[in-house]
């Protein structure tokens, strides 16, 4: 079930623990424990992750918690039928989704050059923007809550427009992934699948 | 310089060194020390990441390791102005870039469905499942540097459809971005810029 450290876990300056936490061991729950994930928690992933990079400091990630009943019902209807009854069960359900006017934020983010506002005028350019940063601090957050100690189960089989609809029925933001967020519960992950070789995906010049 | 550790890192199961190692104290480069990287360090690098989740485990993420001064020379002039200082002096620079037909490998990594290769039969679709996983990769391939005791100088600033041409001439792979890699060097970092609130980025439905 569990990663084992080989590898060149060593060279790394990040302790085994560390590793094992946010990568080695780690995995995608599919069922979870009947405990719940607080404000605080969530407070203590972003506060986290918010420093890592994005591309002019745009940070478009925005992220819905859906934590009553009737919020959850309204997701769980437009998820693939293979995710809707761990979306339903989940301790916490997370909407993470990318703002396409996360360019009215960079005067705040972004002060030694007022005018980057501009340079995404453009709302198709601003989309692929806010779509690729979005995207990165997607996998931020899923670092993030490995860091806490909780398990994410993160999902992009769902109805995109239908969610995008209902949830951002102005257009304001685009759904990238919907997290399952918790204690890993019996069962939780299947045996981990295969990783592409370093040789397949690195190439030297 | 250095961001203190202040709100609720207590709350993280992650220790306060691996926090600050990943997130509070890393930073983009703008400059390197005189050190090179190696090509086990990038192993090490990707034996750590790889165990990320991606859609159905799809992988598309593609590093291309610049590493002789011709083959440095021809990103250089796709880059703009702004990072084509950096680009050419840089230990190690890598492309990173999406492979629009990872689908050819899901027999592979997802054996358990012999079928998924089909459900991305779409070329439409199939970019954008590309696009989306691979930034979720760029994102952990950033970490990953990080957690080897490396700055990453993650760019985004570039003529993307010359670097296509230039360096995947068959249309097999779309560029993500370009990430300079190395020991932080003199006045590598301005200021750090300011992150958005937590009340700015999560709400609660």
């Given at each position: 079930m569990t990663a084992t450290v080989t590898e060149a876990a060593g060279t790394l300056e990040l302790g085994t623990d560390g590793q094992n936490l946010l990568f080695r061991e780690a995995?995608?729950?599919?069922t979870f424990a009947d405990e719940p994930v607080s404000d605080d928690q969530v407070r203590a992933i972003y506060d986290l992750v918010k420093y890592a990079p994005t591309s002019a400091n745009q940070q478009p990630l925005r992220i819905v918690?859906?934590?009553?009943?009737e919020a959850r019902q309204r997701l769980v209807r437009h998820m693939s039928e293979g995710n809707r009854a761990k979306t339903e069960s989940a301790p916490l359900v997370?909407?993470?989704?990318?703002d396409l006017n996360f360019h009215e934020k960079l005067p705040k983010v972004f002060p030694h050059k007022p005018g980057m506002k501009d340079a995404f005028a453009d709302p198709?350019?601003?989309?692929?923007?806010a779509r690729f940063n979005g995207a990165?601090?997607?996998?931020?957050?899923?670092?993030?809550?490995?860091?806490?100690g909780l398990a994410a189960g993160p999902m992009t089989g769902f109805d995109a427009a239908g969610i995008n609809a209902e949830f951002f029925g102005d257009g304001s933001c685009a759904v990238l992934a919907v997290v399952n967020i918790g204690k890993p519960g019996e069962n939780a992950w299947l045996g981990r699948l295969p990783r592409l070789d370093y040789e397949?995906?690195?190439?030297?010049?």
């Open positions: 995995r995608t729950a599919n918690l859906v934590r009553s009943p997370a909407i993470l989704a990318a198709a350019a601003r989309e692929a923007s990165l601090q997607v996998g931020y957050f899923i670092i993030g809550v490995r860091a806490a397949e995906v690195v190439t030297s010049l």
